[in-house]
């Protein structure tokens, strides 16, 4: 139907120009009669349509400013002015196709979630296993879910499993469910196959919840309205009357026409439609992708910002956060060097988390061999000439609980992070934590968000409290709502969205529902789409927060070089029906000036096109390459800043060997260091030359030197110190220097990150030279 409306339009454009230019050109050479008769076809056509969209509004109850349209035709033909005539109608037909073109938004489809829904279950019969439709499980039967299958319905554990429930919470971590647990449908099985018990059907499961919340929230989504419309109540009016009191004191109906064919509203036709396109253009250049002028100017009124947190404020990945390792025997980098070569032929996500951060510290990897997968522990082979286990602590560590795995698991505990334990030829050597970082580019994102004219930040997560409460203190939000379901969060929006219009971030399976009912939705998409993004307004394809605060900008200033072009074209249509009505405009000069005004109006609303104000960072490409290279060796020394605090906590009072203190110092003054140096001398004026300002990087200089005056100490304490004279009080002061270095590199890294690195371009390319 779309389809056909758009051709429709097009033709109807294509048809009136042609009779028009016809008409003209037969009128030059002289064919009078048949210029006339062009006219008065395109007129005819043109009044057709009118009355068809007339009757359309008028059955929709909704005021137009199209019953100007058709007095103006059907008078133009009644006074015998087929010119006029013909060029309403292609104002019309321009105006109709330019407003199709801007207020058409991309189809929501569902398509995404749809094809993720399974359509058959495994059911098991009497020691086999048989496939069924997915609506013919009943609440008791027994369903085998394989490894990477979806679970098809609401169901009891029989056995423990480890599942993906990101489709439903966003959370991207695997959690790991014992038997008994009650696992919802549209979960991934992230580890081995498992069993469980159905409870429910496949319509009344929470997948199918998900479904039907989308659509219902897709159809309380209000329409694009045209700018012509919200004022036809007080304009329409107005016209009448002023044709009327115009015919009435002059007696002619001539007066009248004139006045209607000049109060054709084609500024609002068409200079409304060409901001907002130009706008939507502007959007798309800078990685945002805004499905129409009705999201346009939806982005623009936006007062209330909601988030998801899981790939949205965080990275929506695990990363590694921590390397503790059972004993001094193997250090932290032969440990993760190791087991990330026997990861290297796993598909497990936490597998490729480690690989990634082996590969960024600059580890040298070994193809393994003999690589075997015991099914919901883990995974052991060879590394060269060891041979090495990665997976769950009780198959590394057995039963027992020493000092270095209780301090793991508390530290897991506190963080919210995931685990995964090493073991090196039958021993244990250490373990992994795991966390879902915050982007570095979130706290700045907020900032600029704030500055165009957001006013309240919500973050909302499926998440638990003390972990969403974290996230939301960082990156500095309002407020935080925790252990939300799709539900949830769509009680959430309705809530904000009675003090203001709300614009809702995610990008998940779990966020659709949200992202539908939401004043605004915008989905990110830069790792790829999902159904966040079919459901959304807006779409990230750029794996950067701050294009939305300019994406914004660029709406509020396109509605209002909009409203401008509006005013001024309405404006100079009001005098043109004045001097119509007192005799100075015949029909035909009416249309000529009504024309001149259009191209005034369009000339104002073509200003959207130019460049604005945004907040993106303009960075030579010479720059970028130097960040880059920055950011290798950052994420290099990240090794030596945990040696830190490794270093710092096997310390003892009693017979204490300062040798590892030692190896530290080289590590500190011969890679810490340098790297530290060449941040001052490379990066801080390369960020300064961005900002055009060197009061953002004054704390990052600041704290150089203080990390230089700490290692500096550092060193003529170890100096002044030996393992044979060395007493209690020496250890004591030597673990506080080092726990006070580890925090300040802790912290200063975290401002490197998020006041520097953050402003750079993820790809090769640059923004400005």
Not at 167 to 176: C, F, I, K, R
Not at 704 to 710: F, G, L, N, S, V
Request: aromatic share 2%.
């Amino acid at each position: 139907m779309t389809w056909i409306r758009s051709r429709v339009q097009l033709l109807l454009f294509v048809s009136s120009t042609v009779l028009l230019l016809g008409g003209g050109a037969a009128w030059l050479l002289g064919a009078m009669p048949f210029s006339e008769s062009l006219w008065v076809a395109g007129t005819v056509l043109g009044l057709a349509f009118s009355i068809a969209w007339t009757a359309g509004a008028i059955r929709r109850r909704q005021p137009s400013v199209d019953v100007i349209a058709l007095l103006a035709l059907a008078g133009a033909l009644w006074v015998d002015e087929p010119f006029a005539g013909a060029m309403i109608t292609v104002m019309l037909a321009s105006g109709q196709l330019l407003e199709a073109r801007a207020a058409a938004r991309a189809r929501r489809e569902l398509s995404l979630l749809v094809e993720r829904a399974p359509r058959t279950a495994r059911r098991r019969l009497e020691g086999s296993v048989v496939e069924v439709p997915v609506d013919e499980v009943c609440r008791g039967d027994r369903i085998l879910v394989g490894t990477g299958e979806v679970v098809p319905v609401d169901g009891r554990l029989v056995s423990g499993g480890i599942l993906d429930e990101a489709a439903l919470t966003g959370e991207s971590l695997p959690v790991e469910r014992p038997a008994g647990d009650e696992v919802r449908s549209g979960v991934v099985n992230a580890g081995p196959p498992i069993d469980l018990v159905a409870t429910s059907v496949a319509a009344e499961s929470t997948y199918a919840g998900v479904v039907r919340l989308v659509e219902q929230a897709q159809a309380s989504s209000a329409p694009f309205v045209r700018a012509a419309d919200r004022i036809a109540v007080v304009f329409v009016p107005l016209t009448l009357v002023l044709a009327g009191v115009a015919w009435v004191l002059s007696g002619d109906a001539v007066r009248a026409v004139a006045v209607l064919v000049v109060a054709t509203p084609c500024p609002l036709l068409l200079a409304a439609p060409i901001a907002i396109m130009s706008g939507l253009s502007r959007a798309a250049r800078i990685g945002v992708v805004v499905k129409g002028g009705g999201a346009l100017e939806r982005l623009a009124a936006g007062r209330v910002m909601l988030f998801d947190k899981t790939g949205t404020l965080t990275q929506g990945q695990p990363t590694l956060a921590d390397v503790v390792t059972a004993s001094d025997r193997v250090d932290a980098d032969e440990v993760l060097r190791l087991a990330a070569s026997l990861d290297q032929v796993s598909p497990h996500v936490l597998a490729s988390s480690i690989v990634t951060a082996a590969t960024r510290r600059g580890l040298t990897l070994e193809m393994p061999e003999n690589v075997q997968e015991e099914h919901g522990y883990g995974l052991r082979g060879r590394v060269g000439t060891h041979e090495v286990q990665v997976g769950k602590a009780e198959w590394i560590v057995g039963d027992t609980q020493p000092a270095w795995v209780r301090q793991v698991r508390r530290r897991a505990d506190l963080d919210g992070s995931l685990t995964v334990f090493v073991a090196i030829d039958g021993e244990p050597a250490g373990a992994f934590l795991l966390q879902d970082p915050i982007r570095s580019d979130a706290p700045r994102m907020i900032r600029t968000l704030r500055e165009a004219g957001i006013s309240r930040v919500v973050l909302v997560t499926g998440d638990r409290a003390d972990i969403a409460d974290t996230v939301g203190r960082i990156v500095g939000v309002d407020t935080v709502l925790a252990d939300c379901d799709p539900a949830d969060k769509l009680a959430a929006i309705e809530s904000e969205a009675a003090h203001a219009a709300t614009i809702m971030v995610g990008d998940g399976v779990n966020d659709a529902p949200a992202l539908a009912a939401a004043g605004v939705g915008v989905a990110l998409a830069a790792r790829g789409a999902t159904a966040s993004s079919e459901a959304a307004d807006v779409v990230l394809t750029v794996d950067r927060l701050d294009a939305l605060a300019d994406a914004i900008l660029i709406a509020r200033r396109s509605k209002r070089i909009a409203l401008q072009a509006v005013l001024v074209g309405m404006g100079l249509s009001l005098v043109a029906m004045v001097a119509a009505a007192v005799g100075l405009l015949p029909p035909a000069a009416g249309a000529v000036t009504q024309e001149v005004i259009d191209i005034l109006a369009i000339g104002i609303a073509l200003r959207a096109v130019l460049p604005g104000k945004v907040h993106t960072i303009a960075m030579p490409s010479a720059d970028i390459a130097i960040a880059h290279e920055l950011k290798v060796e950052h994420d290099a020394v990240l090794a030596v800043v945990e040696q830190i605090r490794a270093v710092a906590d096997t310390l003892s009072t009693q017979n204490c060997d300062l040798a590892p203190a030692h190896t530290l110092l080289d590590r500190l003054e011969g890679e810490l260091l340098p790297h530290e140096r060449a941040d001052e001398s490379l990066l801080v004026p390369l960020v300064d030359r961005a900002l055009g300002s060197s009061d953002t990087t004054a704390a990052i200089s600041r704290t150089h030197a203080e990390i230089e005056h700490q290692v500096s100490r550092l060193r003529r304490l170890l100096t002044n110190l030996d393992n044979d004279t060395v007493q209690p009080e020496d250890v004591v002061e030597l673990r506080r220097l080092l726990y006070g270095l580890y925090a300040v590199l802790r912290l200063h890294n975290a401002q490197e990150e998020e006041g520097a690195f953050s402003l750079v371009p993820t790809g090769a390319r640059s923004t400005g030279n």
